[in-house]
């Protein structure tokens, strides 16, 4: 994020602990009090952060601990977007609030005060943090949770075995992109246009899928899943065929009705 505000308590480090590690990513971080550091993002990073998301003027970009606002200021006035930054100091969020007004942008970039944890983000389309890996992990399932094909973006910290669709690199920092994609584990019985049926059996982590054919006769062999937000692709042998369409909680559907799946439940 543009600026940082991390909890050095629940880190379990020392003011200065936290900050040497955060000098080790070539950061300027500012000491704030006993508890808190903060650290502004280099406005390389931020423009390769929302470049990456590939921000328009259609999404609602929400900056997870937005310190002075760069990020949402930026979404706003560079890339059209809506943009709203939740952050916990009630001074930074003024600050930004002011700086909103002073870019012109304040209709489009809107600033709360809240907790990471507890504010509600889901309408968001574009996530973006610069938090350390473990408040990332923390943040997993909420993210996870969000609207398939939802970007979220980070600065420099990962997720955890959730790896990222997209790497960028700017100065000495990483930039990491991940899709936040549809929950398509489980037993899905598949219909074409032609009345071919059958069913698979579909397994899931993150975005990784693998598929098994799990209906009588003829072998059916699942080449590959591919898996983008909402979007899914399958390749199919036996005979050979190509299933692209789009999921829709328990449905998918292929372009123009060409096929259509219904999940029966978990394999």
């Not at 308590?9 to 590690?21: D, R, S």
Request: charged content about 25%; aromatic content about 6%; hydrophobic content about 45%.
């Amino acid at each position: 994020m543009n600026a940082r505000i991390l909890a050095v308590l629940a880190l379990g480090l020392l003011p200065c602990a936290a900050a040497a590690q955060l000098e080790t990513f070539n950061e300027a971080p500012i000491v704030d009090g006993k508890d808190v550091i903060w650290v502004p993002t280099p406005d390389a990073a931020v423009d390769r952060m929302l470049l990456l998301a590939r921000v328009t003027p259609n999404d609602l970009v929400v900056d997870l601990g937005s310190g002075d606002g760069k990020i949402v200021l930026a979404a706003a006035k560079r890339f059209g977007a809506r943009a709203r930054g939740i952050e916990y100091s009630p001074d930074l969020v003024e600050a930004s609030r002011r700086s909103a007004q002073i870019d012109g942008v304040a209709e489009r970039a809107r600033f709360v005060r809240g907790d990471l944890f507890e504010t509600d983000f889901r309408d968001a389309t574009v996530v973006t943090l610069y938090l350390l890996t473990s408040l990332n992990i923390k943040l997993r399932p909420k993210l996870l949770a969000m609207r398939p094909g939802t970007r979220v973006v980070s600065h420099v910290f990962r997720m955890g075995d959730w790896e990222p669709d997209e790497t960028a690199k700017t100065g000495a920092s990483e930039i990491y992109l991940w899709v936040v994609p549809a929950r398509v584990a489980g037993r899905w019985r598949f219909e074409l246009r032609d009345g071919t049926k059958f069913d698979l059996a579909l397994e899931q982590r993150y975005q990784r899928v693998a598929g098994r054919s799990v209906a009588g006769g003829a072998p059916l062999r699942v080449q590959s899943v591919r898996l983008d937000g909402g979007g899914i692709r399958l390749a199919l042998a036996g005979p050979e065929r190509t299933l692209a369409g789009r999921v829709d909680g328990d449905r998918m559907e292929g372009a123009d009705g060409a096929w259509r799946a219904a999940r029966l439940g978990s394999d």
